[in-house]
């Protein structure tokens, strides 16, 4: 179960993110999970979710409010499945 919740200025990026007519797939996703999460603590981040969140971080044309959402959204992502894996998700 999560214990973290989307601050109010986390929340705040995310519906700034999804209004915006310019805004990706990947920074969609990833805010809709965070604004998903401002509400409660029990929701946690899905993988996919998870996976666009990293993507949107990684890319440097995202806006900063995109960027603050994604973070938001990958800080309660749940723990990585698949057994233990090393760097770049490869098994040990």
């Given at each position: 179960m999560a214990?973290?919740?989307t601050s109010?200025?986390?929340?705040?990026?995310?519906?700034?993110?999804?209004r915006s007519?310019?805004?990706?797939k990947a920074s969609r996703t990833a805010a809709g999970s965070a604004l998903t999460?401002?509400?409660t603590?029990?929701?946690?981040?899905?993988?996919?979710?998870?996976k666009a969140a990293s993507k949107?971080?990684?890319?440097?044309?995202?806006?900063?409010?995109s960027k603050s959402a994604a973070g938001s959204a990958l800080s309660q992502a749940g723990g990585k499945k698949g057994g233990d894996?090393?760097?770049?998700?490869?098994?040990?």
């Open positions: 214990t973290k919740k109010p200025q986390a929340a705040k990026a995310a519906s700034k993110t999804l007519p310019n805004t990706g999460q401002s509400r603590k029990t929701e946690t981040t899905s993988p996919k979710a998870a949107v971080l990684r890319d440097g044309r995202t806006s900063s409010a894996t090393g760097p770049r998700g490869k098994k040990k």
